[in-house]
């Protein structure tokens, strides 16, 4: 699932290719997609991009003051291409495609969703706090604003694992899964613990890491065309998704617990104390 550093890029990667253009038209191939009918996607055409930004791991083009909002849920994509395909577009394939958009020079991208279970959404609206999932985000963990005393308001109370915690939208915006493992693993600290727990000296390293593997991984996509994001993801990630592999830390074994439909990464040595936890489900909550 694209997290805050992949859509931030992405969000710089369009803003530079297509701020300036006019929308030529846009092709809905998957009516499901599309969560808005008012203003209709019609009244993209014609309308110049002025502006792209991001609201947690949602992305946001503003369309001469209209915005075309995304968000790309689990299997989405944005594929961009410097020049679309003559031929209309056609639904099926691999990576199914859900809407294109077409710009006045030639250029656009579609935005494509992998697997059965279809979770992208695509809004247009007068404006982003209008998308529901945009006006509930928490606090963004890139503004200058996100503080230690602001996390320890989030904390404060919460008999909720820190793991769950960080993921929810409504708390942090932008954290998901897989950066979710990361900052864990950066702070030294079991995905159970509790997060009413954290004693000041806890948050305060927990905000740094949340802060600093963020903006790390920011660093590392900027610049990099849409392509590329997923693939620097994967080979800039310690934990997530390496299990059985050696910590690059302290060289112990990453373990994974499964869930229903996914699954955290952890480094028994850095963060639980040695111990493994074999099974969610059966073990103890480690704290």
């Known amino acids: 699932m694209p997290e805050l550093p992949e859509v931030e890029a992405l969000a710089g990667f369009v803003r530079e290719h297509a701020v300036g253009r006019a929308v030529a038209r846009v092709d809905v191939l998957a009516i499901s997609a599309l969560k808005t009918y008012d203003p209709p996607v019609t009244s993209l055409g014609g309308l110049t991009v002025t502006g792209v930004a991001r609201h947690g791991k949602f992305l946001d083009l ?111 915006a932008g954290i998901g899964n897989a950066y979710s493992d990361e900052v864990l693993h950066v702070a030294r600290m079991s995905p159970f613990k509790i997060a009413s727990s954290l004693t000041g000296e806890d948050i305060d390293t927990l905000h740094g890491a949340i802060v600093t593997t963020l903006r790390d991984a920011v660093a590392r996509s900027r610049g990099l065309a849409a392509q590329d994001l997923k693939g620097e993801k994967k080979t800039g990630l310690r934990v997530h998704g390496r299990t059985g592999q050696e910590c690059p830390v302290c060289g112990d074994t990453i373990r994974e617990v499964s869930f229903a439909d996914s699954s955290l990464q952890y480094c028994p040595t850095c963060q639980t104390g040695g111990k493994p936890l074999a099974d969610r489900r059966l073990s103890r909550l480690l704290k």
């Open 62 to 172: 503003d369309v001469d003051g209209l915005h075309l909002v995304v968000h790309l849920a689990r299997a989405g994509w944005l594929r961009w291409r410097d020049e679309l395909p003559s031929k209309p577009a056609r639904p099926g394939g691999k990576n199914p495609l859900a809407l294109r958009v077409h710009l006045d020079d030639g250029s656009g991208f579609d935005l494509t969703e992998a697997g059965t279970k279809k979770g992208l959404a695509v809004y247009v609206v007068r404006d982003p706090a209008e998308v529901p999932g945009v006006a509930g985000l928490g606090p963004d963990p890139l503004d200058e604003a996100f503080t230690p005393d602001v996390l320890r308001g989030i904390v404060a109370g919460k008999r909720t694992q820190i793991k769950g915690l960080l993921r929810d939208q409504k708390v942090v």
